[in-house]
């Protein structure tokens, strides 16, 4: 039998529709309405992750998931370019890929922990975060154990920039004056709050110039 043109046209259109299309493979869209966050057509605790991260006003684009090897994976995770404050938006510099748990988590910390301590104690807003990076895929040192970066779980934080041009950084601010001392150790006692690994320079010489922020459960803060 012969298909008129316009309903061979309507068959292609509803197979295509229902990804029926041979040697079609599956991928994330994602999609944006006026005044809404982008919302990757994925699992539901990913869509309200990302539903959530946007109502922070954070900007960001989501990532699809990717597994590396040797136990390496980035999952529900999301590109990470800035959180939204009080005032304004904060950039974050160098990061890759970043759980979108863990950036929920962060954004809030930036908002409530980091920015308003720099007001308060500092006397200047945040305008912007340098990290050393999220994910790596790579074992805690001196184990045999995947570190949380290798599920990009975790971010390393190394410098707050401030509005009127101060760059205070954790491995110079820890041991300086007695505003930047009292700063940095304010966000660290913040950030022990709410992620559920934070590590610093008091913890070992390995993390002399940073905070690892790491997402979980626990609570061990040092």
């Known amino acids: 039998m012969r298909l008129q043109p316009a309903f ?6 509803t197979l ?28 539901p605790e990913v869509r309200q992750c990302q539903v959530e991260l946007g109502q922070t006003g954070s900007r960001f684009s989501p990532l699809t998931d990717r597994f590396y090897g040797a136990g ?8 990470l370019q800035g959180v939204g404050g009080d005032r304004g938006e904060f950039t974050v510099t160098n990061l890759g890929a970043v759980a979108c748990p ?9 908002r409530y922990g980091v920015d308003r301590a720099a007001r308060q104690i500092l006397g200047s807003p945040l305008v912007r ?6 994910y790596s895929c790579r074992n805690v040192a001196g184990t045999g154990r995947l570190s949380a ?29 007695r505003q930047e001392r009292e700063f940095l150790q304010v966000i660290h006692k913040s950030a022990c709050k709410r992620f559920g690994t934070v590590l610093g320079p008091d913890y070992n010489r390995a993390h002399h110039d940073h905070f690892h922020l790491e997402h979980g459960t626990g609570s061990f803060c040092r």
């Open 16 to 43: 295509a529709g229902c990804g029926a299309v041979p040697g079609s493979k599956p991928t994330e869209r994602v999609g944006r309405q006026a005044g809404s966050v982008p919302v990757a057509v994925a699992r």
């Open 129 to 134: 975060i340098e990290t050393m990076g999220s």
């Open 149 to 177: 970066h290798s599920r990009a779980e975790a971010i390393d934080v190394s410098a707050f920039v401030l509005a009127d041009g101060r760059r205070i950084s954790v491995l110079s601010g820890w041991n300086a004056s």
């Open 102 to 110: 863990l950036a929920n988590t962060f954004a809030a910390w930036a």
């Open 8 to 13: 061979l046209a309507f068959l292609l259109l």
């Open 72 to 79: 390496c994976s980035t999952t529900n995770s999301v590109s």
